[in-house]
Nanobody, 118 residues
């Protein structure tokens, strides 16, 4: 069974940095190479939104609100997808989730909390 688990969330001050990691288990490495993974976030009272995504060819896509501050990367050795977040702002406060589509089903991790204080 495929599982995603996020880690790295914490409370930081404005301008700080965090690195989130999404570990994928239950799939072989060659399959991990081919999957497209996204990082999403959901703030209280708001809809879940896409933050960044990375394809099998490692092409990336970012929400306008995080361009130039966040970087998504894929570590094929560790079967993880990382999100480096710099220049954090209070509006980045949210629960961050990673997700992938596998065999027609969307799979989500439980999320990790990021809190940015001013």
């Amino acid at each position: 069974q495929v599982h995603l688990v996020e880690s790295g969330g914490a409370s930081v001050q404005t301008g700080g940095s965090l690195k989130l990691s999404c570990r994928v288990s239950g799939i072989i490495l060659s399959v991990f190479w081919d999957i497209h993974v996204g990082w999403f976030r959901q703030a209280p009272g708001k809809q879940r939104e896409l933050v960044a995504s990375i394809s099998s060819s490692k092409s990336t896509n970012y929400a306008d609100s995080v361009k130039g501050r966040f970087t998504i990367s894929k570590d094929n050795t560790r079967r993880s997808v990382n999100l480096q977040m710099n220049g954090l702002k209070p509006e980045d406060t949210a629960v961050y989730y990673c997700s992938m589509n596998y065999r027609g089903s969307d799979i989500w991790g439980p999320g990790t909390q990021v809190t940015v204080s001013s």
